[in-house]
């Protein structure tokens, strides 16, 4: 293509300078040395648009042969995934909505720091996935416009002019090769699909995930507190009792003691102290059960979303192959 065009720079050029040696009345033998390399140039043009003829009649059988075929088993395949990952959500969806029962993090035997890393290794990994599922998508979208741009190159795209104004182009109006239609139809297919509902309602999980660890990591520092506030109190009545020579192991520690109104005002002030911070962890606990609950409608958030988001793109590869209007489009 690259000789083909510089040939006919050059051939330009002689025809340029034939037509002046004319028309100046040069000697013949000047005007036959240029009448000869044109013609040699208009050869070696003539020559380079049968091999460029040639490779673009091959180009065109691959492409129908070879590249559309190709096509027609990806987009075959990529139905049946996007149909299995819809029938999947949709049962994910219908799992988590019959589940009665919701787990109480608090309640659970998981206490210390290993509950505070599970919440928050699940936090990570559903932004992990939100992110892979964003970056998913747009590979799948950044592929086929470039499919789509490729050949698009290869066609005038001139506008039409219609009653009802100015038509965008379309391949198959032209009487483009089809596998310039599937590209067209494909592009416009995903472009109309949008992830943000899903990427939404992932981040939102996750951000719930995130307040039941900080829910959590609140409890855990009131539960510290008043095991603590009830190991002192222990400690301070236990000692009373023995400097009176009570047998403190027939008494009841930290409730119900005999006596309790002889204590000394600090160790009334302890009791008064620790029952506020059982309180307190009570409230805390209730907050973090209340937390991990609403976890499952975030859940069906999610797969809602994903079943409702698999459904229209399998809608859209549905219509590559069969066409409203009819068209070649049929595998």
């Not at 720091?113 to 998508?137: N, V, Y």
């Not at 139809?185 to 719930?208: G, N, P, R, T």
Request: glycine content about 6%.
């Amino acid at each position: 293509m690259e000789d083909e065009e510089n040939h006919r720079v050059v051939y330009d050029k002689e025809c340029k300078k034939l037509k002046d040696l004319t028309k100046k009345g040069a000697e013949s033998s000047k005007i036959e040395v240029v009448s000869i390399s044109i013609g040699r140039l208009l050869l070696r043009i003539n020559v380079s648009v049968t091999s460029i003829d040639a490779i673009s009649r091959r180009i065109d059988k691959l492409r129908e042969e070879k590249l559309l075929p190709q096509l027609s088993e990806l987009i075959k395949g990529l139905i049946r995934m996007w149909t299995f990952m819809a029938e999947c959500h949709k049962k994910q969806l219908q799992k988590i909505m019959e589940a009665k029962s919701h787990v109480q993090v608090a309640s659970c035997k998981i206490t210390g720091d290993s509950g505070l890393r599970a919440t928050m290794k699940l936090e990570m990994e559903c932004l992990k996935w939100e992110k892979c599922f964003g970056d998913w998508i747009n590979a799948q979208k950044s592929f086929v416009k470039f499919l789509n741009g490729w050949p698009i190159k290869c066609i005038s795209q001139e506008n039409e002019e219609t009653c009802n104004g100015i038509a965008h182009f379309s391949p198959g109006r032209v009487g483009a090769p089809e596998t310039f239609s599937v590209g067209k139809k494909w592009y416009q297919a995903v472009e109309k699909l949008s992830e943000s509902q899903v990427s939404a309602a992932i981040h939102d999980f996750a951000l719930s995930l995130h307040q039941l660890w900080e829910k959590q990591s609140e409890e855990q520092q009131q539960r510290v507190q008043a095991d603590y506030l009830s190991r002192d109190y222990e400690r301070r009545v236990r000692s009373f009792y023995e400097e009176r020579g009570i047998n403190y192991s027939n008494g009841t520690a930290a409730s119900g003691l005999a006596g309790l109104d002889e204590l000394e005002k600090n160790i009334g002030f302890m009791k008064k102290r620790l029952e506020k911070q059982r309180i307190i962890h009570v409230q805390a606990v209730k907050e973090v059960n209340a937390a991990s609950n609403s976890l499952r409608s975030g859940m069906m958030s999610i797969f809602e979303a994903l079943e409702s988001f698999f459904l229209e793109g399998l809608k859209g590869y549905q219509q590559i192959r069969n066409p409203n209007k009819g068209g070649k489009v049929e595998w």
